[in-house]
């Protein structure tokens, strides 16, 4: 069965750091680019992070400079270190497979908040 599983998130106070993982199962993450996407309350899911099958990371402007987005094949896990976060970061933060998203796992909620 294909499942990508986010997980790491927590609550942290501003400027602070998280890393989030996404595992995944069933099959080779390796073959695939990779989104971030988190929806915060109210919003719509947005993509904040790209990463194509050789590593390249590429953001979305608000994140940009504090969000680093990694993958490590041989763990078939892909990593979000997010640093300096603000309260705007708060949202439920997602994989999935760019560029047609498959099934959206839980997600993991990261709340900023002091």
């Known amino acids: 069965q294909v499942m990508l599983v986010e997980s790491g998130g927590g609550l942290v106070q501003p400027g602070g750091s998280l890393r989030l993982s996404c595992a995944a199962s069933g099959f080779t993450l390796g073959y695939y680019a990779i989104g971030w996407f988190r929806q915060a309350p109210h919003d719509e899911r947005e993509l904040i992070a790209t990463?194509?099958?050789?590593?390249?990371?590429d953001y979305k402007s608000s994140v940009k400079g504090r969000f680093a987005a990694t993958r490590d094949n041989a763990k078939n896990t892909t990593y979000l270190q997010m640093n300096n976060l603000k309260s705007g970061d708060t949202a439920l933060y997602y994989c999935n497979f760019l560029p047609n998203a498959g099934t959206w796992g839980p997600g993991t909620q990261v709340t900023v908040s002091s």
């Open positions: 990463l194509t099958i050789n590593g390249l990371a």
